[in-house]
């Protein structure tokens, strides 16, 4: 439901039209700058959380946009051991800065949801000793 309305801004050289793509792309850098957030989730049906990278930035962002007003609705994973409110917090007055200051559009809504919690560092350390080669 990302709309934009016909009629965005009328200029004197004529109308100027930001696509919905735009604002999720804006929303989307604005919440993995904010430390504690590990990354997006792929979306709100599956339920399934991965780590994407600036490829897959707009995954987990959905937008409302109007003629003046925008609402934004971020999913994301979080670091394990940082404090989920103040992360979520930061998150909410990233993306609404950053939608105003680049786009002019009232932020009305920033909606968080957190999806899962990634441990840092939880990759197992790969010793030689633990495993044998079999072939040399």
Not at 14 to 24: K, N
Not at 37 to 49: D, L, R, T
Not at 88 to 102: G, L, Y
């Amino acid at each position: 439901m990302s709309i934009i309305a016909a009629d965005y801004e009328k200029t004197e050289m004529g109308t100027i039209q930001i696509a919905p793509e735009v604002i999720e792309i804006i929303a989307g850098m604005a919440t993995t700058e904010v430390p504690g957030v590990a990354g997006m989730s792929g979306g709100f049906a599956g339920g399934i959380a991965e780590l994407l990278g600036r490829k897959n930035i707009t995954k987990g962002v959905k937008v409302e946009v109007g003629q003046r007003e925008a609402s934004i609705d971020v999913s994301v994973v979080i670091e394990y051991g940082t404090r989920i409110p103040e992360v979520a917090s930061a998150v909410q007055s990233s993306v609404k800065h950053a939608i105003e200051s680049m786009t002019g559009l009232q932020v009305v809504q920033v909606n968080v949801h957190i999806h899962d919690v990634i441990f840092k560092g939880a990759e197992k350390p790969e010793t030689e000793e633990a495993s044998p080669q079999r072939v040399k």
